[in-house]
Every structure is written in C-alpha cells, then in structure tokens.
C-alpha cells in the first residue's frame, strides 16, 4: 500500500476539481483532471474539455512545456494506453521526461484497463494508483455505470409539495418546485446524457425538456428520450422542437403511424406488459450514455423504482400542500406493510430558493 503525502492529496484534490470544469461537456468521455508537480511547484495543469479534444494530460504537459522533466503528473484517472480521437497520453508522459504518475484510479475501459500503467512502468515511470479513488469514482461515476454495468447511471427528478404530491389528479404541476429550483435542475440536467420522460407528463406538459442555463456556459446537449409504449404522444410537438434531438422508445408490436420520421427504437414488453426497462437502459448505455435524468410523473417513476433501476432520487420539497387527491411520488411500489418498506439513503441536503432539496440513494436490500 502507498503512503501517499498530505501534498499528493492536495495536488489530486487540485486535479479532481479541474476535472469536474468537464461535468458539462465531456461526455461519453470521463472528465479527466492533470496536474504536474516539479520541485513542490505545479508546473502545468489541464483537463479534458471534449470528445475529440486533448486530453487532460496533454493540455498539462502542453502548459508545462521543458520544466515536465522529471515531474510528477497527478491524474484522476489512469492514463489512456490507445488512440483514440487522440494519441495515448502515456506515450506523451514518457516522452516529455515525467518521472512519476500518481492515479487515483485505474480506468476500467477496456481499451485501458491497466495498459497505460503498464506503458509507463516499462518506460522506468513510478506509478502509485489509488489516492482520493472514492471522489474519483464519484466524479464519474456515470461514465463507470457504463463501462463496468452496461448501463447508464439513473437519477429520478421529481418536485412534490410538503405532503408528497407530485401533481393534481387533473394532472396539472406547474409549478410546483421554485424558481430557484426549476433553474438548479437546469444544471443537473446539463450534467445528464438523456433526459427522459414518459407518455404521461409529454400528455400532460406537452416539455421541452431542454437545457436552459442563465450564463453561456457550454455544454453537450442531452438526448431526449420519451418513453410512448403506443406512440400516443406523437402530436405533442414541444420534444420534437428541434433544440434537441429526440428518441421515441415504443413496444415492438406497435404499429408505427405512417410518415412518422423521428428517431426510434423499439423494446420488448416485460412481465407486466409494460417496456422492459432494463433493456431500454442497456440500449442507451450501449449508445454511450453516461448519465440518465428521469423527469417523469408518478407511473414510469414508480416503475423504474420497482424495478431496481434507480440509482438516485433528486427531490425538490416545496412548502405547499396540495391535498389528498394529488398525485403520489411513486406509483406501485408494492409496499403494503412496514417489513417491505424501501430505504433509502440521505446524501445530501440543501434549501434551494423556498425548497428543500434531498439528494437520496436506495440503500441496498439485506
Ligand atoms: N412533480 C414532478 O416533478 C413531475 C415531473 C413529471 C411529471 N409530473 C406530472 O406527472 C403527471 C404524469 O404522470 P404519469 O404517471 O401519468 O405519467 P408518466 O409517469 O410520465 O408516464 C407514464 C407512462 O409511461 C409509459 N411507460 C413506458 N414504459 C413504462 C413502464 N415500464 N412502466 C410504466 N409505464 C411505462 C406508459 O405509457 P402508456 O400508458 O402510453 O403505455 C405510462 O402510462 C403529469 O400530471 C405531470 O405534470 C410531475
């Protein structure tokens, strides 16, 4: 095991903060985070802005210039072994005389997966891996849901009044959540690869879902992914506005209406009749989604919770109530005495605007 000083923590946390400047745009990509260290001096930083783009240990070593002799580079993840849009980053370290890596982890692609470490140490580059690994993991833990589950990380969306109420039993929900927190979601939806919603709120809402920010910060633009077992949706126009493209998701034996071009893909029904939603979640991840944000009303919720698929709850609680007849947060859970209750885990809380702001993950079942 390394002991790693309290000054390798300071330039990986350095290095890990970079990193997260990518949240926004380096998807399918990790965001990736380097800083090289010569004489206790940070000689050169950078990270991974795009697809395409350089990596994060090219823009260092390309700010460093000479003085990446005999460096040390702090990288949030190992360095690449291939190439890829770029050429691999730990030719570029050797090459530029770096003496030693310090990883915070392995990258699990398998196009890496251990290789760029290999590369380095038979070049006579110490490599020391695991410092700060747990905030890396979490840093990307979209883009590892991917590579090492097959499937995008799931994050449900939902705003509910003080009593739990996710809309009227009209239907009706605007607005329900702040305006401080309608533009918080923003942000959380511009860390997503597909925001995704059901037949029901497209009915109901008629979204754009969009990403608007109120700065010009850039960011990839979500794929929208409407999820219309019999294509019923169809003449709600605002997802197919064109500021974003779109996915229909509809059941195999649906009839496709004629001269309906948009882009589709069919899945199978399940047991219960309804779209399999793993295999809908496989098929994405397989597209190179990293991150999925669920903004759908109580049905389809309530259904990828019960089916397992929820990897965390982002829950705006507004100072309201709206009664016994609303909507609930989740349709169908199934869960009818104290034994079967779900629990789920608080990460993180916050008062956004007038709301509170709950950021939960389902604890794993004994
Ligand atoms: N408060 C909030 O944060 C929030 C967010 C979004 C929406 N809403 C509100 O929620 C309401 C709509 O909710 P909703 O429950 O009616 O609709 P929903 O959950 O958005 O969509 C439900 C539909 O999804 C389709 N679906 C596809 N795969 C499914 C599966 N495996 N299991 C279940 N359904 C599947 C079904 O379509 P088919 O019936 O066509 O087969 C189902 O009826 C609206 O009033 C909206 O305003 C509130």
Not at 1 to 9: G, I, L, N, V
Not at 84 to 98: H, Y
Not at 203 to 222: C, E, I, N, Y
Request: one cysteine or more; glycine letters at 12%; proline letters at 5%.
């Amino acid at each position: 095991m390394t002991a790693f000083t309290a000054d390798d923590h300071r330039f990986m946390a350095q290095s890990l903060r970079l990193a997260e400047r990518g949240a926004w745009t380096t998807r399918p990509n990790p965001m990736v985070g380097c800083v090289l260290v010569a004489d206790g001096e940070v000689v050169g930083e950078g990270f991974h802005v795009q697809k395409g783009g350089p990596h994060a240990e090219v823009v260092a070593l390309q700010a460093a210039g000479d003085r990446a002799r005999g460096a040390t580079a702090y990288v949030t993840l190992e360095p690449c072994a291939h190439t890829g849009s770029t050429g691999p980053c730990a030719d570029a370290l050797i090459e530029a005389g770096v003496a030693r890596v310090v990883a915070a982890m392995r990258d699990p692609f398998p196009q890496v997966d251990g290789a760029g470490f290999d590369r380095l140490r038979a070049a006579g580059v110490v490599v020391e891996s695991g410092l700060m690994e747990a905030q890396a993991r979490a840093l990307n833990r979209g883009f590892l849901s991917r590579v090492e589950r097959g499937r995008p990380w799931l994050r449900v969306k939902l705003a509910c009044s003080l009593d739990g109420r996710t809309a009227m039993a009209n239907g009706d929900s605007k607005w329900i959540s702040g305006e401080a927190s309608r533009a918080d979601v923003m942000r959380w939806r511009a860390r997503a690869g597909a925001l995704l919603t059901g037949s029901g709120t497209v009915l109901a809402d008629d979204p754009h879902l969009t990403v608007r920010l109120a700065g010009d910060a850039p960011f990839a633009v979500p794929l929208r992914v409407v999820l219309d077992p019999g294509l019923a949706t169809i003449s709600r126009g605002n997802v197919r506005d064109g500021a974003a493209p779109t996915l229909y998701v509809h059941a195999h034996d649906t009839k496709v209406p004629q001269g309906f071009d948009a882009p589709r893909m069919a899945a199978p029904r399940g047991s219960d009749g309804q779209l399999d939603l793993r295999v809908v979640l496989d098929a994405l991840g397989a597209g190179g989604i990293n991150d999925i944000q669920v903004e759908a009303g109580a049905t389809l919720s309530g259904a990828f919770l019960r089916a397992g698929l929820v990897d965390e709850l982002l829950l705006y609680i507004a100072p309201l109530l709206l009664g016994e007849r609303g909507r609930p947060l989740f349709d169908g859970l199934g869960v009818d005495t104290m034994a079967q209750r779900l629990h789920l885990e608080t990460i993180d809380t916050r008062r956004v605007g007038d709301d509170t702001r709950l950021l939960l993950r389902p604890k794993p079942t004994a």
